[in-house]
């Protein structure tokens, strides 16, 4: 039968999981379910590595593990290239122009235009 995950690892899954866990608390203020499950589903990859490697004790070699962290950095690497370079090139989106270049309006215009929630363009 499966072995138990170890206290250790239960705590370091929440401790990594709760930025999902708190978000998830926080919908419940949404008006729209349909609204309140798209933000779900989009930051639901927060919890992925948490219990995958934590919690359930995921076998990996150190070489697999460099290279998911591998990949990981490269592809947070050009998504910051293509967000970033599009904010030098045209400006923050106007409907965040009266905004200035504040983080609301950065962070805002990087999500319109990578698609991908604006808390990575921190």
Same mark, same amino acid.
């Given at each position: 039968?499966?072995?138990?995950?170890?206290?250790?690892?239960?705590?370091? #899954?929440?401790?990594?999981?709760?930025?999902?866990?708190?978000?998830?608390?926080?919908?419940?203020?949404? #008006?729209?379910?349909?609204?309140?499950?798209?933000?779900?589903?989009?930051?639901?990859?927060?919890?992925?590595?948490?219990?995958?490697?934590?919690?359930?004790?995921?076998?990996?070699?150190?070489?697999?593990?460099? %290279?998911?962290?591998?990949?990981?950095?490269?592809?947070?690497?050009?998504?910051?290239?293509?967000?970033?370079?599009?904010?030098?090139?045209?400006?923050?989106?106007? %409907?965040?122009?009266?905004?200035?270049?504040?983080?609301?309006?950065?962070?805002?215009?990087?999500?319109?235009? #990578?698609?991908?929630?604006? #808390?990575?363009?921190?």
């Amino acid at each position: 039968h499966p072995r138990r995950p170890s206290p250790s690892r239960i705590r370091w #899954t929440l401790l990594f999981g709760a930025g999902f866990l708190l978000m998830l608390l926080d919908l419940i203020r949404a #008006t729209e379910l349909a609204v309140a499950w798209a933000i779900v589903e989009r930051g639901a990859a927060l919890l992925l590595l948490p219990v995958g490697f934590l919690a359930l004790g995921a076998p990996v070699d150190l070489r697999t593990r460099q %290279q998911a962290i591998d990949v990981f950095s490269v592809s947070a690497l050009l998504l910051g290239l293509f967000g970033y370079g599009h904010l030098i090139w045209s400006g923050p989106s106007p %409907q965040f122009a009266d905004h200035g270049l504040d983080a609301y309006a950065l962070r805002n215009s990087f999500a319109l235009y #990578t698609g991908v929630h604006g #808390t990575y363009a921190a």
